[in-house]
């Protein structure tokens, strides 16, 4: 069965300090693809990246990467030297080449960064 | 400007009134889906559509139904709200299936009396 786990439901950080959140997956598929988005408090659902399975490279845009590790089924999201404007929810998802229909969320991490 | 609308933005409405929430695409997209947002449970999918009037159930359809009669439009209908509906529902489209990128619409805060 699929399922995605996000495990810190809050994290609280002062800015300019890095910050990671976690994403554990369960799939039995071989091909899927993995996001990640972003609520920030006004509410909408921001696309932030999607990344296949067979794709293991780490992936850096400004001060966000993304560390894809099949062994662990982990694709953990880290901030580097946040900003009070990435306080937000942020949603792990998963989605099954066999399984086109949907996405599976995580229950989401809400991160909260102070001044 | 690429985007998917959603109408209303915020409803309340009482129970047993038969409500529709309005979706729409510009970007030609086959795939649209709707989802709902509940506090400690994430986003969960209630339906979904591969293209003109086909349509399926996700994982919470209840209470729900669905119509897909042009490629833009993707209405979520509650026939006899009830409170347990209350929520902050989404409608999503991507170009072809659900492992495309999916774009959000900017949601429906819904409130059953």
């Known amino acids: 069965a699929q399922k995605v786990t996000q495990a810190q439901t809050e994290i609280s950080v002062v800015e300019k300090e890095d910050v990671t959140l976690d994403c554990v997956y369960e799939?039995?598929?071989?091909?899927?693809?993995l996001f990640w988005y972003k609520q920030p408090p006004s509410g909408e659902l921001v696309f932030l990246i999607r990344?296949?399975?067979?794709?293991?490279q780490n992936e850096i845009s400004g001060r966000y990467s993304w560390n894809f590790q099949k062994s662990t089924s982990s694709f953990n999201f880290t901030i580097t030297a946040s900003q009070v404007v990435d306080s937000a929810v942020y949603f792990c998802?998963?989605?099954?080449?066999?399984?086109?229909?949907?996405?599976?969320f995580g229950t989401g991490t809400r991160l909260q960064v102070f001044p | 400007e690429a985007q998917v609308t959603q109408n209303p933005r915020y409803l309340i409405t009482v129970t047993g009134k038969k409500l529709t929430v309005t979706c729409s695409q510009n970007?030609?997209?086959?795939?649209m889906s709707w989802y709902r947002q509940d506090p400690g449970l994430g986003l969960r999918q209630i339906y979904y559509?591969?293209?003109?009037?086909?349509?399926d159930k996700g994982d919470v359809p209840e209470g729900y139904k669905v119509s897909r009669k042009e490629k833009r439009n993707f209405p979520l209908i509650l026939e006899s709200p009830s409170p347990n509906q209350t929520s902050l529902y989404f409608c999503?489209?991507?170009?072809?299936?659900?492992?495309?990128?999916?774009?959000f619409g900017p949601g429906t805060r819904l409130t059953v009396l």
């Open positions: 998802a998963l989605s099954e080449v066999y399984n086109t229909d949907k996405l599976i």
């Open positions: 990344r296949n399975s067979f794709d293991e």
């Open positions: 559509s591969m293209n003109v009037e086909v349509t």
């Open positions: 799939t039995r598929d071989t091909t899927y693809y």
């Open positions: 970007m030609n997209h086959e795939y």
């Open positions: 999503a489209s991507s170009p072809k299936t659900g492992t495309d990128t999916q774009y």
